[in-house]
């Protein structure tokens, strides 16, 4: 059984305000060529379809070339499944949409974990030489979305949650099962390596987060969430990434499709095929002088890259930025590190932390909130650390 698994696609993505479509439009390209060369049984996305939960004209136009390219890249007579969960940036209203209808041709389309007593979660199975392969299609889901299932008190985290979903599959572990899920797994304490294009953790005492040891009898998981691509605990438990980096902290990662095949039980092989951008996502350090002469190198074309600035110059510089559009079409944003600069960030630093907990949390919760914390906030977040701290 051979499938591709690709995750955290965010379809209408921005980058610093410029618009990635034409990025995205030539990854889904590359992926088209793969489904050609490689002629899988299925493609698995592993959530975060779209990079909001109202996703633009653009973002939907290329969902549907990307289902488009799939359906026509497929041999004649042998469909390609493809398989798509919710994440959290995706609307579970606005996904689900034609879902029926696209199930009749082969895009099978999961938004929400089963809310009703007796509902599965929603399971492909697919035939070849050494048998049936099960797919398990686990959207993005938060305790409240399962909470009302049981009895109070019984699940508190996430990972209660997963683990009680699955337990109502009763799944057969002597199969070949693969999971399609879209949360935050950890291998033990380990977290995985995360980058700034993610949507910040808010949650307190790691409840966001989910154990690998809870999805490890399947033969795969296929995960998405994390931007990085990474296994976490062992090869069949798999993080692939974006397919484009959406930060300068991806820079210098290999995106690529995830090629997924699955011989006779315990047969797990993986390969990984590069994604071709046009152009990349960098940062360049130096002088302003540095920084304008290293554009120059390859001629005299403004570089087409997104690039970060960090400028070195101890002397002020006036209006860098524009300066340097000069040579660089698409400047993500540029700042200063020198000695005034890191001198700044230390006092600022040294002030952070002689404040108290209490303190630097109200700091927060006023920025974020807009208002500052009553006394029951403060209260709750005094009980909460005290749970922490015991």
């Known amino acids: 059984m051979k499938f591709l698994h690709l995750s955290d696609l965010h379809f209408g993505k921005l980058l610093h305000g410029y618009d990635l479509t034409e990025e995205q439009r030539k990854c889904i390209q590359d992926i088209i060529e793969v489904i050609k060369k490689e002629q899988p049984d299925a493609v698995v996305v592993a959530g975060d379809i779209y990079d909001r939960s109202m996703p633009s004209g653009n973002a939907m136009t ?17 469909p390609v499944e493809t398989m798509i969960i919710a994440g959290n940036h995706d609307s579970a209203q606005r996904l689900q949409y034609g879902s029926s209808f696209l199930r009749r041709h082969h895009i099978h389309i999961a938004v929400l974990p089963p809310q009703g007593d007796g509902e599965k979660l929603q399971k492909l199975v697919l035939t070849d030489k050494y048998g049936e392969v099960n797919f398990y299609l686990l959207p993005f889901v938060k305790p409240g979305m399962v909470r009302h299932r049981v009895p109070e008190g019984t699940v508190l985290t996430t990972e209660d949650a997963v683990r009680y979903l699955l337990e109502q599959e009763e799944i057969d572990y002597s199969q070949r099962n693969v999971l399609v899920s879209h949360q935050f797994y950890v291998n ?3 977290q995985p390596v995360t980058c ?4 910040p953790r808010l949650t307190v005492g790691g409840l966001d987060e989910v154990n690998a040891t809870v999805v490890e009898r399947f033969d795969y998981a296929a995960l998405g969430h994390i931007h990085s691509p990474q296994e976490i605990g062992s090869p069949n438990i798999r993080y ?3 397919m484009y980096p959406y930060s300068v902290s991806e820079e210098g990662q290999e995106k690529s499709v995830t090629v997924v095949e699955l011989g006779e039980k315990g047969n797990l ?12 996502v960098r940062s360049i350090r130096g002088t302003l002088k540095e920084v304008a002469e290293a ?16 400028l070195t110059d101890e002397e002020t510089v006036d209006s860098p930025k524009d300066y340097l559009e000069r040579y660089y079409d698409y400047i993500l944003e540029v700042t200063i590190d020198n000695s005034r600069t890191r001198q700044i960030l230390e006092e600022n630093t040294a002030d952070i932390r002689e404040l108290t907990p209490l303190e630097a949390f109200e700091g927060f919760f006023c920025e974020v909130t807009g208002h500052p914390m009553n006394e029951g906030e403060k209260k709750a977040f005094q009980e909460i650390l005290g749970e922490l701290e015991d």
Request: glycine share 12%; aromatic share 6%; hydrophobic share 35%.
């Open 62 to 78: 290329l969902l549907e070339e990307l289902l488009l390219g799939i359906d026509g890249a497929a041999p004649q007579g042998k």
């Open 240 to 242: 692939c990434g974006t």
């Open 269 to 280: 092989e993986l390969r990984f095929i590069p994604f071709s951008p046009e152009r990349t």
């Open 188 to 190: 033990g304490g380990r």
């Open 295 to 310: 554009a120059q190198k390859n001629g005299d074309a403004p570089c087409q890259d997104y690039v970060k600035v960090i």
């Open 196 to 199: 700034d294009s993610e949507a």
